[in-house]
């Protein structure tokens, strides 16, 4: 038929834009597969992966020991909206001072610094101990985000502060004081119980009460 090839090709070249369009989605899902890394060791969000190649400028005898299962690692972009392709252990090294987490890491560790003890109760806890600048010198960025308030109170044995009876009724209050905390769950997500918790926790040299902003800095 005179003319059929003709239209064809004029038809074939006007769809290649649209399955063109259609076909970067999937590419781009591919793409962000490959640049993050989801760790799944199982049934259950309880179970947890030794990530021998994951590591951190963190203070000296710091060290990462686990990974909790379904927890993301994203070597571009966002961890926590990335498409992530499941593996069961670290198929390379990776530095969380270079990518992005989404999930829990545990780290084995000793801080003994000066800083300020706040109580500020909110969603996500009452007593946090913020160290003071030298505890950071030598460190990465995921040490310095995540360390710079580390929240008591899941710390056993409980974290318990009396504050002078002008302040026993205050809704925040802070002191200076010399924390020694050890062990820590560093949790990275969306909700109130992010943040940065010590397994144990001890508070000593506590002076200079005074009253706070609650919500300020």
Known sequence: ?????????????????????????????????????????????????????????MPGGFAITSIRGHSAIATRGDAGSAVC??????????????????????????LQAPGTLRFEPHDGGALEFRPARAAFHGTGPFFR?????????AAQPPVAITPPR???????????ATA????????????????????RARITAIHGFTACTWGGP
């Open 166 to 176: 002008r302040l026993a009724k205050a809704d925040c209050w802070q002191a200076q």
């Open 85 to 110: 392709q499941p593996v069961q252990q670290l198929p390379r090294p990776l530095s969380l001072d270079q990518a992005s987490l989404y999930g829990s890491v545990q780290i084995a560790g000793r």
């Open 1 to 57: 038929m005179p003319g059929a090839q003709p239209i064809a090709a004029r038809a074939l070249r006007g769809a290649l834009p649209f399955a063109m369009a259609a076909l970067l989605p999937v590419l781009a899902g591919t793409a962000s597969a490959q640049d993050c890394l989801r760790l799944d060791c199982g049934p259950g969000e309880e179970c947890s992966i030794r990530p021998a190649r994951l590591t951190a400028r």
């Open 180 to 199: 020694e905390l050890s062990d820590f769950s560093v949790l990275v997500g969306d909700t109130s119980a992010a943040g940065t918790y010590p397994h």
């Open 145 to 153: 985000a995540h360390f710079g308030r580390i929240k008591l109170d």
